[in-house]
């Protein structure tokens, strides 16, 4: 089963991957589609808000933050890891349930990336908002760090996080039954 969208203008298929046996989500990566990818960080770029630095979490907003980086001649990022790397110090963590990770996934940030954050206005990235549980927890990281968020950033709202007013997306995208129908 698939959807079909259209995503910053341009047609894309999604594949309808299970959640359980009444739940189906679209599948929506854009790793490797550069073509997307730019697209998509050329429309956000139009709706954010003044901010000082971008921060996404690892890993399928990397690619659209890196574009957005790019594209407003911007040369910094902050990435938000699922693990503690060697060369990470004084690391910041908090938990997240997300509904496309099995158990508990955490995400952690550098302590240099806690003190650049510290007094910034900070827009949070993401390729796509479900429960907002990610989201959530970049938000936690970012208020933990003493930076101000400034605005939240997704190429899709799903389900019922197009219904929130407190993030700006490109696109709804429904969650589906398991004949492949639009809820």
Known sequence: MEYRMKIAGLERTLPLCPLNDKLYIAGFVMFGDIELTEACAR???KRAPEHDVMITAESKGIPLVCAM???MGVNRYVLARKSPKLYMQNVVKFDVKSITT???QSLYLDGKDVEYLKG???LIVDDVISTGASLHALEQL?????GKIVGKLTVLAEGEAADRDDIVYLEKLPLFDEQGNAL
């Open 43 to 45: 429309e956000l770029i």
């Open 69 to 71: 980086a790019r594209q």
């Open 102 to 104: 099995a158990g508990i």
């Open 120 to 122: 910034k206005r900070v």
């Open 142 to 146: 970012v208020e933990t760090a003493g």
